[in-house]
């Protein structure tokens, strides 16, 4: 997911892609506290530049920072829920036209290879993967089609809708509807931008018709027991519990 502002290093960096993974996969769900003091504790990090990567992570929606109290992992209501997906609906029918004229077969052969691997998490059980690969899904079409703009804007989108997800899906796949992803590729390869366009326009409706729009509270849960824990996603280069270079 690209940042919208700039980290103050690179040991920031470090964090916010270890803290958005953790988000992302879900092992930090919404409404939970982010303490600058206990991630600094798990990952050998400054509080300063704890903060950093919490700052990025809140202009990007996923976090919330609230005065004298600290950041908290973003917790969307219902009327969120719904913008995210209406905006999605909006903007990713664009970007699958345009990326119909533009895919190449590596690209496509990529897209399949990403929708296998989301078919492998949910037939094993691990839907919060499925999740994670289904909006990195997205996003590759978005980067495909060479719209520096709208793949920014569907990267925040996909990064909200994990969330919204977490909270709000009711099917029992709790992904992406497979089949969906798959006749995308297909409208791609044939370079058929109106079918790609209509596609993706349905599966966005049909998301949005899985959410069970009733707010739920978040539970409690320990933060360090969350970021230590092996995720289904996880970035290279940092193990749980290292100092940061």
């Known amino acids: 997911m690209e940042r919208r502002i700039p980290l103050r290093s690179a040991r920031a960096a470090i964090v916010y892609r270890e803290l958005l993974s953790a988000i992302l996969d879900h092992r930090l769900t919404p409404g939970t506290r982010l303490p600058e003091d206990e991630i600094g504790a798990v990952y050998g990090a400054s509080r300063t530049i704890v903060r950093s990567a919490l700052e990025a992570l809140s202009h990007e929606g996923v976090v919330h920072i609230e005065p004298n109290r600290g950041a908290i992992v973003a917790q969307p209501t219902v009327a969120e829920a719904r913008s995210v997906f209406e905006?999605?609906?909006?903007?990713?029918?664009?970007?699958?036209?345009?990326?119909?004229?533009?895919?190449?077969?590596?690209?496509?052969?990529?897209?399949?290879?990403?929708?296998?691997?989301?078919?492998?998490?949910?037939?094993?059980?691990?839907?919060?993967?499925?999740?994670?690969?289904?909006?990195?899904?997205?996003?590759?079409?978005?980067?495909?089609?060479?719209?520096?703009?709208?793949?920014?804007?569907?990267?925040?989108?996909?990064?909200?809708?994990?969330?919204?997800?977490?909270?709000?899906?009711?099917?029992?796949?709790?992904?992406?509807?497979?089949?969906?992803?798959?006749?995308?590729?297909?409208?791609?390869?044939?370079?058929?931008?109106?079918?790609?366009?209509?596609?993706?326009?349905?599966?966005?409706?049909?998301?949005?018709?899985?959410?069970d729009l009733v707010e739920h509270p978040a539970a409690p849960a320990s933060l360090a027991k969350l970021l230590i824990a092996d995720g289904p996603v996880r970035e290279a280069g940092l193990p749980a519990r290292s100092s940061l270079p």
Not at 98 to 118: D, H, K
């Open 87 to 211: 905006a999605r609906q909006l903007i990713e029918p664009r970007v699958a036209s345009a990326a119909a004229g533009r895919a190449t077969p590596a690209q496509l052969e990529a897209l399949s290879a990403e929708v296998e691997a989301e078919h492998q998490a949910l037939h094993g059980g691990d839907h919060r993967r499925a999740i994670v690969l289904s909006g990195s899904f997205h996003i590759m079409i978005a980067e495909i089609a060479s719209q520096p703009v709208f793949a920014g804007f569907v990267r925040e989108l996909v990064a909200r809708s994990s969330l919204i997800i977490s909270l709000y899906w009711r099917r029992k796949e709790a992904t992406c509807a497979t089949p969906a992803h798959g006749a995308l590729i297909a409208a791609l390869a044939a370079g058929d931008a109106a079918g790609a366009a209509a596609l993706m326009e349905a599966h966005i409706v049909d998301l949005l018709g899985g959410l």
